[in-house]
């Protein structure tokens, strides 16, 4: 290629042409960058659809109330067999203090089977039907914490359990968070 071939950037219009062609250029670059924004954003929406049922509240906290004295007994039978009696006995001793919750569904919605995960514990299958069910679990974290996180996981619809407020879930398919609080001075509900 000669010299006189190659464009005269001094010659009219070709001004023109090299600012005509840097705009695209800056064009697609503001693409990329709204799309890189835009993948973030669905990014974050998938990881928070993941982590929470629909309808269940991100960073929400739910108060949970110890299972009273008298009525320890009746909320053994909803507790792991494997593990009833050292759970009682802590509870029975005011140590480790169990969580009442009653699990039901919305009216209407098809319920499901649930299971709770608490620290290391993890209950027997529920099945979430009209009548409600009252049941215990252990706090999630040592009580004097005051605070924990519990996860409700299985395949239902309509899921409630009553903490105060209570924690809903319109459609569970996997875990849903629960950040849950209590009073740490009624270790021994009676």
């Known amino acids: 290629m000669s010299a006189s071939s190659a464009p005269d950037p001094s010659a009219p219009g070709a001004a023109g042409s090299a600012s005509t062609s840097a705009a695209p ?5 503001k693409r990329a960058v709204a799309t890189i924004a835009v993948g973030a954003a669905l990014t974050v929406a998938l990881a ?16 949970a109330e110890t299972v009273p004295l008298a009525e320890l007994d009746a909320a053994a039978q909803t507790l792991d067999a494997n593990v009833r009696g050292g759970l009682l006995a802590a509870a029975r001793s005011c140590q480790a203090p169990l969580v009442m919750m009653t699990l ?11 299971r709770v995960h608490s620290g290391a514990y993890v209950s027997p299958p529920f099945r979430l039907g009209d009548a ?9 974290a040592p009580y004097a914490a005051g605070h ?4 409700v996981e299985g395949v239902a619809s309509g899921v409630e359990l ?18 849950l609080i209590w009073n740490t001075d009624k270790a021994c509900a009676s």
């Open 25 to 29: 250029a800056a064009k697609g670059g």
């Open 48 to 63: 928070t659809s993941v982590m929470l049922p629909r309808g269940a509240s991100a960073g929400a906290e739910e108060r």
């Open 104 to 114: 039901t569904k919305t009216p209407g919605a098809a319920g499901g089977v649930i």
């Open 132 to 140: 409600p069910q009252r049941v215990a679990v252990p706090f999630p």
């Open 148 to 151: 924990g996180q519990m996860w």
């Open 162 to 179: 009553t903490l105060y407020p209570t924690w809903t879930a319109p459609q569970l398919a996997g875990r849903g968070l629960i950040n």
